[in-house]
Every structure is written in structure tokens, then in C-alpha cells.
């Protein structure tokens, strides 16, 4: 990208076509109508998942394990309502975390608000059984797929409808400042593409 001689270059528009597929499908002599589920996952990782804010006048340091600082710093400031130029974020071990310490969660604010009123440091460690609720998790999915192909194997990606669910974090208040949910809202997501097959449902139903 910085190397002598580089230049940019503009990505084209693409021309997208949608064919009618419920055609091409009641015709193709190889058809698949198949519906696919996946379970919640929980990552829960062996490390549980701590907080430790202190202020330094006007300054907030933060200990967290983290997958991605910058998140945790540029997202609490926006919470916070703060210069991000004014936080700090240690990770000195992350441990395990498969996704989960990958973004920032509500309580990081929580916790550097209390460290703020009482003038002290201040250190949050949720329990084993609170791991599955104060950080995301892998949503429960649900699939139907309908693929269509002639006998020389040429196929018709046809819709893909899905349906996922996530937890529900409601807004927080403190004295005052309020904390609005930044990760892991309540959410219930479905779709109908046509013409195409997301990844995820072909690797489940694989």
C-alpha cells in the first residue's frame, strides 16, 4: 500500500441480477429443500472476565483482557462522553476468550464510573455463572436452503432464509450518566436473499 509506484484504484459499481428462481427450481431435475439449526454457543472461557479502572486526575486507566484495545478505548470514551486521548486500556494477558473479549461490554463504563465517585480503584470479577451473560455469545441460527442444479452439476443458489436471536442488554444509569448498550442488544435478524447462499448456512448444512 506505501510501496513506490502504488495507486489506488476505485472499485467499480457492480451490475447484481436476480433471475426468478421458483422458475428454475420447480424445472431443475436436482433439487434440495432442506431447513438447518445451530444451538447457542457459550464461549465462557476458562479466564473469567475482569475490569480494574483507576482515574489519574483527569485520566482513566483501564485493565482489561482484550482482543481489541482500541475498542474498549475509543467505545468507553464515546460512553463516557471523554477525550479517547484520555483512556489507557492494559491487556496484559487475555487468556482465553474465543470471540467473546473481542468488544467492548457495558460494565467496563459501569465499573469506571464507580471508580470515579468513590476516588479509588475499583475492580469487577463476575462469577463463573455471570461468564454467560456479561459478555456476547454465538447466537442460536436457523436456516432453510433450496438449491437447485441440472444433472451436469451446474446449480441455482436459491434463497437463503435465516433467523437469529441475541441477548438483551438494557441501558444503564448511574447517578445520572447513562450507558447505552454498546454490544450484544436485543436483536431477532431475518432475511431472505435470493440468488445467493450465505457461507454459514452452506457450512451447516454441510
Not at 62 to 76: C, I, T
Not at 83 to 95: A, N, Q
Not at 147 to 158: E, F, H, K, N, S
Request: with cysteine; net charge positive.
Amino acid at each position: 500500500m506505501d510501496s513506490p509506484g502504488a495507486a489506488a484504484q476505485a472499485l467499480e459499481s457492480m451490475a447484481v441480477s436476480v433471475g426468478d428462481f421458483e422458475a428454475a427450481y420447480a424445472a431443475a431435475p436436482v433439487r434440495i429443500d432442506a431447513r438447518y439449526s445451530t444451538p447457542p454457543q457459550h464461549q465462557n472461557p476458562m479466564e473469567l472476565f475482569a475490569t480494574q479502572c483507576m482515574w489519574e486526575g483527569d485520566r482513566l486507566v483501564v485493565h482489561e483482557p482484550s482482543q481489541y484495545v482500541n475498542s474498549v478505548k475509543f467505545g468507553l470514551a464515546e460512553q463516557l462522553g471523554i477525550d479517547p486521548e484520555r483512556i489507557r486500556v492494559i491487556s496484559t494477558y487475555v487468556g482465553g476468550a474465543f470471540g467473546a473479549k473481542g468488544f467492548l461490554t457495558q460494565r467496563t463504563a459501569l465499573v469506571a464510573l464507580a471508580a470515579r465517585h468513590v476516588g479509588r480503584p475499583v475492580k469487577l470479577v463476575p462469577t463463573r455463572e455471570q461468564g454467560f451473560t456479561v459478555s456476547g455469545y454465538r447466537a442460536e441460527t436457523r436456516h432453510h436452503v433450496q438449491l437447485a442444479a441440472g444433472q451436469d452439476g451446474r446449480g441455482a443458489p436459491g434463497p437463503d432464509e435465516n433467523a437469529r436471536s441475541a441477548p438483551a442488554v438494557p441501558s444503564q444509569k448511574v447517578r445520572g450518566h447513562s450507558i447505552r448498550p454498546c454490544a450484544a442488544m436485543t436483536w431477532i435478524w431475518r432475511s431472505r436473499r435470493v440468488g445467493s447462499v450465505s457461507a454459514e448456512a452452506l457450512g451447516t448444512a454441510v
